[in-house]
């Protein structure tokens, strides 16, 4: 059984830094390309980081590009995402999930196979 569990969100102030986590159970993530989503109140959830299986690549959106960095742990089978100079616009409930095909990065939700359970995050101004 696969399960993805975020942990690391909370309420930080505008400029601050959090660290979310994605533990991976029933999976291992050197066999999947990770991405990082987030979904705000009656928005559609948006694509904000991926690695590929070998971890040779990463890809963001310019909306967080050169703040949120994803970074993986294949010993503990832990992706992360560092995000740094949050933004209230940030705000937001962030899934990890995991797409089979590993050589890739997609960006739409509909290509990944398993999904974490989200974690909030909220950054006040």
């Known amino acids: 059984q696969v399960q993805l569990v975020e942990s690391g969100g909370g309420l930080v102030q505008a400029g601050g830094s959090l660290r979310l986590s994605c533990a991976a159970s029933g999976l291992t993530i050197s066999r999947y390309t990770m991405g990082w989503f987030r979904q705000a109140p009656g928005k559609e959830r948006e694509f904000v980081a991926g690695?590929?299986?070998?971890?040779?690549?990463?890809d963001y959106p310019d909306s967080v590009k050169g703040r949120f960095t994803i970074s993986r742990d294949t010993a503990k089978n832990t992706v992360y995402l560092q995000m740094n100079s949050l933004k209230p616009e940030d705000t937001a409930l962030y899934y990890c999930?995991?797409?089979?095909?590993?050589?890739?990065?997609?960006?739409?939700?509909?290509?990944?196979?398993?999904w974490g359970q989200g974690n909030q995050v909220t950054v006040s101004s």
């Open positions: 999930a995991a797409d089979l095909l590993h050589t890739v990065i997609k960006v739409t939700s509909g290509a990944y196979d398993y």
């Open positions: 690695i590929t299986g070998s971890g040779s690549r990463t």
